[in-house]
Nanobody, 117 residues
Framework: VQLQASGGGLVQAGGSLRLSCAAS????????MGWYRQAPGKERELVAF?????SASYADSVKGRFTISRDKNTVYLQMNSLKPEDTAVYYC??????????????WGQGTLVTVSS
């Protein structure tokens, strides 16, 4: 599975960005897809996850501001009302599934989001 993430950049506080991550691979089935982030000096944390069944979950810090969505094997993260504390490298994460069960987990290359105050 190859993951191609895009959409990061520099934005002022209160602005919006949309991240995307496309998963590709011959003959693979993708299950849950999500986004993590890692700020300087901090551990990587889950931002949002969308299960293969369509349910979404969010970190408390982004609820009401971020929305995760999916179109086939591309996952999106719409980020609104961005805050300086959202500054981080954002990574997409996907599960490859086989017979309905996750068999392997993959990370994207990371895309930097910088929110200026």
């Amino acid at each position: 599975v190859q993951l191609q993430a895009s959409g990061g950049g520099l934005v002022q506080a209160g602005g919006s960005l949309r991240l995307s991550c496309a998963a590709s691979g011959s003959g693979v089935s993708i299950g849950g897809m999500g986004w993590y982030r890692q700020a300087p000096g901090k551990e990587r944390e889950l931002v949002a996850f969308r299960s293969s069944g369509g349910s979404a979950s969010y970190a408390d810090s982004v609820k009401g501001r971020f929305t995760i969505s999916r179109d086939k094997n591309t996952v999106y993260l719409q980020m609104n009302s961005l805050k300086p504390e959202d500054t981080a490298v954002y990574y997409c994460n996907v599960n490859r599934i086989q017979l309905g069960r996750p068999i392997r987990n993959y990370w994207g290359q990371g895309t930097l989001v910088t929110v200026s105050s």
